[in-house]
């Protein structure tokens, strides 16, 4: 018998430690407080062919948890399985087995609702209404007073920046226009939970800095934010945890820092060289960028390499660690999913 | 009941911003004619015309209206995904539905009103007076909007689970048949087995009679119309919404969004 495994709660020990990627195992033994969002073997099938005999598993088994308080990134390739999380968790779609609370409320309790916020992917809206009415219209749906839903309404409108175009009809209104309107109409109501599906897309730089902010803003103000997106280093700017998931399956949960090697795997040294000094055998790996070289090695040769490098006479101008990104991770896990699927394949053949 | 007057509001809204109200204009253009030409073509029944032709006109009007647009009210919500935000706020499924139910038929009777103030212009252009009887006029528009709200509740239960195609022929399908209702039951002349003509009867029974709602005849020739068909009809058009309505909102209630 080997020593008790320990989750991280003062006084919790386990026999066994958690299988590795596996986030049920923490969510049923470690007797954690409630988490803001609690998803439990959630599956969802999709029926296809003439009769809808054959069916397709777009999400299988999902077991995860989002913390009260933090932003959770939930990562994957198109179709991996992400939106259809969401809206499961949304109740716009109904799931084949499984369960899921928010706020310790089953979703299929409406009056949770009241509680969180919900950006839809490319989200559209009534084009015949304005920015105004259309968030007029969605705050009658919370218990607010008219002066009060009023008063949300108009700083909702300066907050995603659309003050100015309030009274324009939506039918005019470009893609991250209406996504900032999306956002507003999410937050309206200043809920506890915030679920966005994919927040940046079709946001200029601009507009992708302020949806940051907002984001960050909201973890200030205590609210849990789960969102879905591509773009991974938005994800490792923002998020707490993130969850990684491909082909229908979370492949992997836990801090970015946690789920990528975070120990440096070499040297990247970059500098300028004049002319006298083309001959460095260093140069010979080195890719070259205008004036500039850029050259990768083990962190036990840097500094014989600096040493050659300022005897020739370069002009080091930076030296960093290479870590691997989660990117790199992201793009491991989806290229091992397509693997196994085309193994599977061949077998079938 | 404030998320479906909220629901509501917005239907009515979307409607008079979607121009639908501009059919009343091709109402008013009708009229005009048809009170310029039965001057000059029909001599005495200048007045049977004029009802004739108006509550044709606005019952075949909003028929046109009823169905497309009660189509409509669910399905170019889910096609255009404008549905995903309002269902994460605390609205009910069937809350949506009866709200978008009420938003058609206010549109329905805002539209029906005007044409029946347009009937009532036209009768008065042409006869520079109205009759006593002419009130009746307004007892058959009533028992249009009976009709036309029980159309639009069909088409909110064909739209919930099938694709607005089958939903309009479904919809128009059940008009037509629900006008032939009284027939089926009195089917006779031709030879069928008692088995099958009893199905025919069930199946009158089952199907929105839509002739019910017919008055046009009486009305037409100035005869009243007794009270308790106002009273009976509006009983079946309420018992027969509100199951049709019931219905929607099951199917609905479990309906996977795209």
């Known amino acids: ?349 | 009941m404030r998320n479906v007057q909220t629901v509501a509001a917005n239907a009515f809204r979307e409607a008079v911003r979607d121009r639908v109200l501009y059919n009343l204009v091709f109402f008013a253009l009708l009229m005009m004619g048809a009170a310029i030409l039965v001057g000059q073509i029909s001599i005495g029944i200048e007045r049977d015309v004029i009802v004739s032709l108006g509550l044709t006109a606005i019952s075949v009007i909003g028929i046109f209206i009823a169905i497309f647009l009660g189509v409509a009210l669910v399905s170019k919500e889910m096609d255009k995904r404008t549905l995903y935000a309002l269902l994460a706020k605390p609205v009910k499924r069937w809350e949506f539905l009866l709200g978008k139910f009420f938003g058609l038929v206010m549109t329905l009777t805002v539209n029906t009103a005007a044409m029946a103030a347009g009937l009532y212009i036209s009768l008065w252009t042409v006869n520079r007076a109205l009759l006593q009887s002419d009130v009746y006029i307004l007892v058959a528009v009533y028992l249009i909007l009976l009709k036309l709200a029980l159309i639009v509740a069909l088409a909110l239960l064909f739209s919930c689970f099938t694709t607005p195609f089958l939903a309009i022929l479904f919809t128009a399908g059940m008009y037509v048949a629900g006008l032939l209702a009284g027939d089926l039951r009195t089917v006779h002349g031709v030879e069928l087995d008692p088995g099958t003509l009893k199905l025919m009867r069930g199946i009158s029974y089952l199907l929105p009679n839509f002739e019910n709602f017919n008055v046009m005849g009486a009305v037409v020739h100035g005869r009243g119309v007794p009270a308790a068909l106002v009273w009976q009809d509006t009983l079946y058009a309420i018992v027969y919404v509100a199951i049709v309505l019931a219905g929607a909102a099951v199917v609905f209630s479990r309906r996977n969004l795209k």
């Open chain 1, 1 to 349: 018998m080997g020593r008790p495994f320990s989750c991280g709660v003062t006084g919790c020990e386990h026999a066994e430690p958690p299988p590795v990627d596996d986030a049920r195992w923490l969510f049923k033994n470690m007797g954690m407080a409630q988490g803001a969002i609690e998803i439990e073997n959630l599956s969802k099938e999709y029926p296809y062919g003439f009769l809808h005999l054959k069916k397709k598993k777009s999400l299988e088994d999902l077991t995860m948890r989002v913390e009260d308080g933090e932003v959770f990134g939930f990562l994957g390739p198109n179709g991996a399985g992400k939106s259809t999380t969401i809206k499961l968790l949304m109740r716009l779609i109904f799931p084949t087995a499984g369960t899921a609370r928010i706020l310790g409320k089953s979703i299929d309790d409406v009056s949770m609702h009241g509680s969180i916020g919900y950006l839809p992917e490319q989200p559209y809206f009534y084009d015949y209404l304005t920015a105004h009415e259309v968030l007029d219209y969605f705050a009658r749906f919370h218990n607010l007073t008219a002066g009060d839903r009023s008063a949300r309404v108009a700083a909702m409108l300066k907050k995603v920046g659309l003050d100015t175009a309030k009274k324009i009809q939506l039918r005019k209104y470009s893609k991250g226009m209406l996504q900032r309107v999306g956002l507003a109409q999410a937050i309206l109501h200043d809920p506890q939970v915030v679920v966005l599906d994919e927040p940046m897309s079709g946001l200029d730089p601009l507009g992708r800095r302020e949806v940051r902010d907002i984001i960050l803003e909201l973890k200030r103000d205590g609210r849990t934010v789960l969102f879905s997106t591509h773009v991974l280093s938005d994800a490792e700017m923002l998020c707490d945890r993130v969850g990684v998931i491909v082909g229908g399956k979370l492949r992997g949960i836990g801090a970015p820092g946690e789920l990528v090697d975070m120990k440096a795997q070499g040297m990247e040294i970059l500098f300028e060289v004049s002319g006298a000094a083309g001959n460095l055998p260093l140069l010979a790996n080195a890719t070259r960028t205008g004036e500039r070289y850029r050259v990768q090695l083990p962190e036990t040769e840097l500094y014989a390499a600096l040493d050659a490098l300022k005897a020739a006479g370069a002009r080091i101008l930076s030296v960093t660690q290479i870590k691997p990104t989660l990117e790199e991770y992201f793009m491991n896990l989806v290229e091992a999913d397509r693997a196994q699927a085309s193994a599977v394949e061949v077998s079938g053949k």
